[in-house]
């Protein structure tokens, strides 16, 4: 079983169009998948509602602790989503900070993604 990261920038509106279109492509190509989100992310009730209706398992890493971890807090939710993922497929808007730490995070254990990059 793979597990599948779907992650957005943060604070970014990323069309919920786009992440269906992506999510509905890697139904087609993928047997069995858990996804995983980011608790409470913009993302993470589009893919939340998405999954439902196909009974696909959605596994949730905690958001960022910005009050207990300072600045560190975005790469210890990125290791935790490296972590808890396979694969990773990633909607940047603007070449945000946290989507280029979660892309090296992933580069620095070989695992692969694809990005989606979007302008503002």
Known sequence: MIRIAIVASENKAIPSGMIIQKLDQVKRETKEFELVVVEGSTESIIVEAWAGEKKIVVKK????????????????????????????????????????????????????????????
């Open 61 to 120: 890493v905690p958001p960022s602790n910005w009050r207990r971890y300072g600045n560190a807090a975005g790469s210890l939710r990125n290791s935790a989503i490296r972590d808890a993922s396979d694969f990773g497929v990633f909607f940047s808007i603007g070449g945000s900070l946290d989507i280029r730490d979660l892309m090296k995070q992933f580069n620095d254990v070989n695992k692969r993604y694809y990005i989606f990059k979007l302008t503002e």
